[in-house]
């Protein structure tokens, strides 16, 4: 399936999300082509006489703006949502989530997880994901299949999973996928050792060396705990961004999730190295984490993401919620109202993202030559009137229930409120697999 002509889209507002900011246009229409290519953003009045247009969409009372990316997600883990709620993140993990994790997670919990998780996420408005999890391959799949841009975190750690025995398998496992779905536009691939307290620096280092050789980016989870960074300094002396500084680890090409528990020297450090950050402000209240010092990092230069992490512990993939609890966090982690305005947040859950996945040439914003990953927001309800800046009420105002439409790569993947495509059946389709996994996960929690 893909756009037949060169499509245009008349709107009453469009955000451009660019580099320089997130620049709002009236009366304004967007252009792209067979390719799923932006070729014309600006005044409705200024490109509805364009040339060689096959198909025009009208949506007067609506906002067109890029869509969300949802730069740290454990996807299949969206059927585990519930399971383990109102607890500390250490215990969260050792007491329910690898348990369960070590009885459940298969190819087909991983391929009904990840559906179920792409279906609440292109309905919510976010077009890119990235997902760090087991089983990539299906994953891969999955995000084809419903026309989702992905970046497949390959996961890595010390320890056996159903997944793999050991680091050595981990990272054979996720470079063989990454192999065979390295020619596809909608994917793309990162290493993913999972945190600093589950892998060695031998592990790090081997990573780090597939990572440069292979010229992929670097995710983890970093300093998400106040537990983890004690933890870190009695065993080592070292805090772990410095040991990951140590290792070489940090730079243009890693990009960390959470980094909650950052001092002055972290902060200066990760700045210093050019590393982006993936703020998760639901997760990291849900778990206690604590408040991650956003503004601190945005004032020191360092580029910030954001990420829903999985539904297990946020139970909701839902970008919108993320940008405006990251934007109100940072006013009282900052104590100060102007600290993370409207135009940061916007920029953390568009163009922060494709930064931190190096995917800022493809997709993240509205211009020339960028893939045609876009979302309308009708305007039309009493919780979206009146609009006075629409910046503003895109991070503040607005909600997914508010996402009409969706593209990704110019291909439309939500219409009027519904999935299109291969994801349009995805609920009653998979009825019958969550309901059996649901009654294995209340058998686990007995």
Same mark, same amino acid.
């Given at each position: 399936?893909?756009?037949?002509?060169? +499509?245009?889209?008349?709107?009453?507002?469009?955000?451009?999300?660019?580099?320089?900011?997130?620049?709002?246009?009236?009366?304004?229409?967007?252009?792209?082509?067979?390719?799923?290519?932006?070729?014309?953003?600006?005044?409705?009045?200024?490109?509805?006489?364009? #040339?060689?247009?096959?198909?025009?969409?009208?949506?007067?009372?609506?906002?067109?703006?890029?869509?969300?990316?949802? !730069?740290?997600?454990?996807?299949?883990?969206?059927?585990?949502?519930?399971?383990? $709620?109102?607890?500390?993140?250490?215990?969260?993990?050792?007491?329910?989530?690898?348990?369960? #994790?070590?009885?459940?997670?298969? %190819? $087909?919990?991983?391929?009904?997880?990840?559906?179920?998780?792409?279906?609440?996420?292109?309905?919510?408005?976010?077009?890119?994901?990235?997902?760090?999890?087991?089983?990539?391959?299906?994953?891969?799949?999955?995000?084809?299949?419903?026309?989702?841009?992905?970046?497949?975190?390959?996961?890595?750690?010390?320890?056996? +999973?159903?997944?793999?025995? %050991?680091?050595? !398998?981990?990272?054979? *496992?996720?470079?063989?996928?990454?192999?065979?779905?390295?020619?596809?536009?909608?994917?793309?691939?990162?290493?993913?050792?999972? &945190?600093?307290?589950?892998?060695?620096?031998?592990?790090?280092?081997?990573?780090? @060396?597939?990572?440069?050789?292979?010229?992929?980016?670097?995710?983890?989870?970093?300093?998400?705990?106040?537990?983890?960074? +004690?933890?870190?300094?009695?065993?080592?002396?070292?805090?772990?961004?410095?040991?990951?500084?140590?290792?070489?680890?940090?730079?243009?090409?890693?990009? !960390?999730?959470?980094?909650?528990?950052?001092?002055?020297?972290?902060?200066?450090?990760?700045?210093?190295?050019?590393?982006?950050?993936?703020?998760?402000?639901?997760?990291?209240?849900?778990?206690?984490?604590?408040?991650?010092?956003?503004?601190?990092?945005?004032?020191?230069?360092?580029?910030?993401?954001?990420?829903? $992490?999985?539904?297990?512990?946020?139970?909701?993939? %839902?970008?919108?919620?993320? =940008?405006?609890?990251?934007?109100?966090?940072?006013?009282?982690?900052?104590?100060?109202?102007?600290?993370?305005? @409207? @135009?940061?947040?916007?920029? =953390?859950?568009?163009?922060?993202?494709?930064?931190? *996945?190096?995917?800022?040439?493809?997709?993240?914003?509205?211009?020339?030559?960028? &893939?045609?990953?876009?979302?309308?927001?009708?305007?039309?309800?009493?919780? =979206? *009137?009146?609009?006075?800046?629409?910046?503003?009420?895109?991070?503040? !105002?607005?909600?997914?229930?508010?996402?009409?439409?969706?593209?990704? &790569?110019?291909?439309?993947?939500?219409? %009027?409120?519904?999935?299109?495509?291969?994801?349009?059946?995805?609920?009653?389709?998979? @009825?019958?697999?969550?309901?059996?996994?649901? #009654?294995?996960?209340?058998?686990?929690?007995?």
């Amino acid at each position: 399936m893909s756009p037949i002509g060169n +499509t245009l889209i008349c709107v009453r507002w469009l955000i451009t999300g660019t580099a320089t900011g997130p620049h709002a246009i009236e009366n304004a229409a967007l252009i792209f082509n067979e390719a799923g290519v932006i070729t014309a953003v600006g005044k409705a009045a200024d490109l509805a006489s364009s #040339e060689n247009i096959t198909n025009r969409i009208d949506l007067q009372n609506h906002l067109l703006a890029p869509g969300l990316i949802n !730069a740290h997600c454990h996807a299949a883990m969206s059927l585990l949502r519930g399971a383990a $709620d109102d607890l500390p993140l250490h215990r969260w993990l050792q007491e329910r989530i690898w348990p369960m #994790e070590g009885e459940l997670v298969d %190819d $087909d919990f991983v391929q009904t997880g990840t559906q179920l998780a792409v279906a609440e996420m292109l309905l919510g408005g976010t077009t890119t994901c990235v997902d760090m999890y087991f089983y990539s391959r299906t994953v891969a799949r999955v995000f084809l299949a419903a026309g989702m841009r992905g970046v497949l975190a390959l996961p890595v750690i010390d320890f056996p +999973t159903r997944y793999a025995s %050991d680091a050595d !398998a981990y990272i054979a *496992t996720g470079l063989s996928v990454r192999d065979e779905f390295a020619d596809e536009p909608l994917l793309s691939f990162a290493l993913a050792p999972h &945190a600093p307290y589950t892998i060695s620096d031998a592990t790090f280092t081997r990573v780090l @060396a597939f990572a440069n050789e292979l010229g992929l980016p670097v995710h983890t989870h970093l300093q998400e705990t106040e537990l983890e960074v +004690t933890d870190a300094v009695a065993q080592s002396g070292e805090r772990p961004t410095a040991r990951l500084a140590r290792l070489g680890a940090l730079g243009p090409d890693f990009f !960390a999730a959470h980094c909650v528990h950052l001092n002055e020297d972290d902060i200066a450090t990760l700045a210093h190295h050019g590393a982006s950050v993936v703020h998760c402000p639901s997760s990291n209240l849900k778990l206690a984490s604590g408040l991650a010092p956003v503004a601190q990092m945005l004032a020191a230069g360092i580029n910030v993401g954001l990420g829903t $992490d999985g539904a297990a512990s946020n139970n909701r993939l %839902d970008m919108f919620e993320e =940008m405006r609890l990251a934007a109100l966090i940072g006013k009282v982690q900052a104590n100060d109202a102007s600290a993370v305005n @409207a @135009a940061q947040a916007f920029t =953390m859950a568009t163009l922060g993202g494709a930064r931190a *996945t190096g995917l800022a040439n493809v997709t993240g914003s509205l211009e020339v030559g960028k &893939a045609t990953d876009l979302i309308a927001l009708a305007l039309d309800s009493p919780g =979206m *009137t009146p609009l006075f800046d629409p910046v503003s009420h895109f991070v503040y !105002a607005a909600s997914r229930a508010d996402v009409s439409d969706v593209w990704v &790569a110019g291909v439309q993947r939500v219409k %009027d409120g519904a999935l299109t495509g291969a994801a349009a059946h995805t609920m009653s389709e998979l @009825a019958p697999s969550i309901q059996s996994i649901r #009654e294995r996960v209340t058998a686990l929690r007995k």
